[in-house]
């Protein structure tokens, strides 16, 4: 103090120090309060769309394999002892298991709890790195730059609530990359051990297999790096990750007898027939479309972001340019190679943009710090607050907002519950809005649940639904032998089918059916498919025939005064009576 007196300029060093402490400090809060006002703004978002969206009916199988794993003790899709390999995210099992566990009654709010836990943990995850990349906490732009990266990625996709509330694995496989780009760039930084950063080798093939191109666009990054120390690096890590997933591959194969998911057989070109084919290319062109229109603002940033890294990020330089260009590759992959079934609102090319968001926050925590603004230490502080308490506003208001369309049509059928949530109380409700336009009179077949052997290619509520009942996955995607080989109609009559349902784009596999000998003998089918609602078969020596062909009866009737012309509804009619008479005089065999 003396000193400081004696010499104004220590004086004013001392002075300079405690303001740029004070000034640090306040920053430090203003993040973290910063960050908090973005959690809770996303999440506040995501609450209100939830509400309206119901799980989607993929979303549903994880239900199924998590019974089958608690009751059974393996993963499988009926209780037949068979490991079927149908979950392309075996990992999400770590969150959708103890879901399940604790709505063991009601599995419907089972995959709604897992929709909420996937999409916390991601946008917890996400939003704390970052925050952490651009190291937020030490400028004020940098402050405000991610603040505005955590949020927009999210509002400038129109459907992101609907994919994260799906009840899919999408956000948790979002979160895995995440983690593993993370602990990539401490990794490049620190050159900490590489057999560390390739124990995500198996947890991103147990996620999304195609996901490990990114495992080749970071060893790429290592092997340009500066420093030899950079291109040892790198050589160590492929070799980890090579023989991780090589022993992986190996014990896949050997418990599901595939190592490889069975929708990658599924949802190659050449599976299906080309009529499927052909409109399933004209879905995946319109997807596509509107993902660029979508995010194409933000594959332009992460491209000028790698750009500017290549010549500002010093160490990091090579970080960007490899993350953007394998998303590119991934992108070209899922365009031109992948059948994308299920593929609503751009899921599969979801990966990307995490990549994106990555190369932007990488690139901005290179912005050089200016000089401070003209704003007071507390003024910062108070800003994250202004931020927080708006987010908190956001949150009660959407809780308490007036429903959308869609909820005042569910409460008018079932009411409302706690903070306006409707459409909670199970599969009957679910069936009802969703179910009935694509299979007719599932609620009665549903009845006879563990007195029935199913075949469908939607399988998602009916395998849920039906928990005790062998199921028969006609698309092959729960179905090793159908994924492996094709569907063959004989064969898939010699399951001893009581109920099949028929879907109007797969014609191949449907005439596979109706053609396999004795069909038209075994089985009486109806005419009920309009739209989305399918065709349905029952097996005539089924004990409970009776009953689901006097549903299927009417189902058909119903469809054929709404959508049959004169003279269809007349051969249907004649061919009909011509059925049931020919029933009337069946002899049995001596």
């Not at 703004?41 to 549903?60: A, H, K, M, T, V």
């Not at 995959?111 to 937020?136: N, Q, S, W």
């Not at 780009?181 to 198996?202: D, I, N, Q």
């Not at 492929?238 to 418990?255: H, N, Q, R, T």
């Amino acid at each position: 103090m003396q000193d400081a007196l004696l010499n104004p300029s220590l004086g004013g060093k001392a002075n300079s120090q405690a303001s740029d402490s004070a000034y640090a400090t306040t920053l430090r809060w203003a993040a973290r309060i910063a960050w908090l006002g973005v959690v809770l703004l996303l999440l506040s978002q995501f609450l209100i769309n939830e509400r309206s969206i119901p799980i989607w009916d993929d979303g549903l199988m994880w239900q199924r394999y998590d019974n089958i794993l608690l009751k059974y003790g393996y993963i499988g899709w009926n209780a037949d002892g068979i490991h079927t390999y149908g979950l392309t995210s075996i990992l999400f099992l770590i969150i959708s298991v103890p879901c399940h566990l604790i709505f063991h009654n009601n599995w419907y709010h089972a995959a709604i709890l897992t929709a909420f836990v996937g999409t916390i943990a991601f946008v917890l995850g996400l939003t704390t790195i970052i925050f952490r990349i651009t190291d937020a906490s030490r400028s004020f732009p940098r402050l405000i730059l991610a603040c505005l990266l955590s949020s927009l990625y999210f509002f400038f996709h129109q459907h992101f609530w609907e994919l994260l509330g799906s009840g899919m694995d999408t956000p948790f496989s979002l979160l895995v990359l995440s983690g593993f780009l993370y602990s990539s760039y401490r990794m490049y930084t620190e050159l900490r051990s590489p057999f560390k950063l390739a124990l995500w080798a198996p947890a991103l093939y147990l996620t999304r297999p195609d996901m490990c191109m990114f495992l080749a666009g970071v060893g790429l990054a290592f092997l340009l790096g500066s420093t030899k120390e950079h291109r040892a690096y790198a050589v160590r890590f492929g070799a980890y990750c090579a023989g991780m997933l090589a022993v992986l591959g190996v014990g896949l194969y050997l418990y599901f007898h595939s190592p490889v998911p069975l929708p990658f057989y599924a949802k190659r070109h050449g599976y299906y027939d080309e009529t499927f084919e052909f409109y399933c290319k004209q879905y995946d062109d319109a997807v596509w479309a509107n993902f660029r229109a979508e995010y194409g603002w933000l594959a332009i940033t992460a491209a000028l972001s790698a750009v500017f890294l290549f010549f500002k990020g010093g160490s990091h330089r090579w970080m960007g340019i490899c993350l953007v260009a394998t998303a590119g590759v991934f992108t070209w992959y899922i365009s031109d190679h992948v059948m994308q079934v299920m593929g609503f609102y751009g899921r599969f090319y979801m990966p990307t943009v995490i990549a994106y968001v990555f190369t932007i926050a990488l690139a901005i925590r290179y912005v050089s710090r200016p000089a401070k603004m003209l704003i007071r230490p507390q003024d910062y502080k108070g800003i994250g607050v202004v931020a927080m308490l708006g987010s908190l506003f956001m949150l009660g208001f959407q809780l308490f907002s007036a429903p959308s369309t869609l909820e005042r049509q569910r409460v008018m059928k079932f009411g409302s519950g706690p903070l306006g949530f409707t459409f909670r109380d199970g599969f009957n409700e679910y069936f009802i809005v969703n179910g009935e336009a694509v299979w007719p009179s599932l609620d009665v077949v549903q009845k006879f649940d563990g007195d029935v052997r199913l075949a469908s290619t939607e399988a998602g509520l009916p395998g849920a639904w039906m928990p005790n009942t062998y199921f028969v996955d006609t698309a092959g995607l729960n179905d090793t032998e159908i994924a492996l080989h094709g569907l063959d109609g004989a064969k898939l009559l010699q399951r001893n089918l009581d109920v099949i349902y028929f879907h109007g784009s797969y014609p191949k596999m449907n005439a596979s059916i109706l053609n396999a000998p004795n069909f038209w003998r075994d089985y009486r089918y109806y005419h009920t498919r309009k739209e989305r609602i399918l065709d349905v078969a029952v097996r005539r020596d089924y004990k409970h025939f009776a009953e689901l062909d006097a549903a299927f009866r009417k189902n058909e009737d119903e469809n054929i005064v709404k959508n049959y012309r004169a003279d269809q509804y007349s051969d249907l009619f004649y061919g009909r009576v011509l059925t049931d008479s020919n029933d009337l005089f069946q002899v049995a065999d001596e």
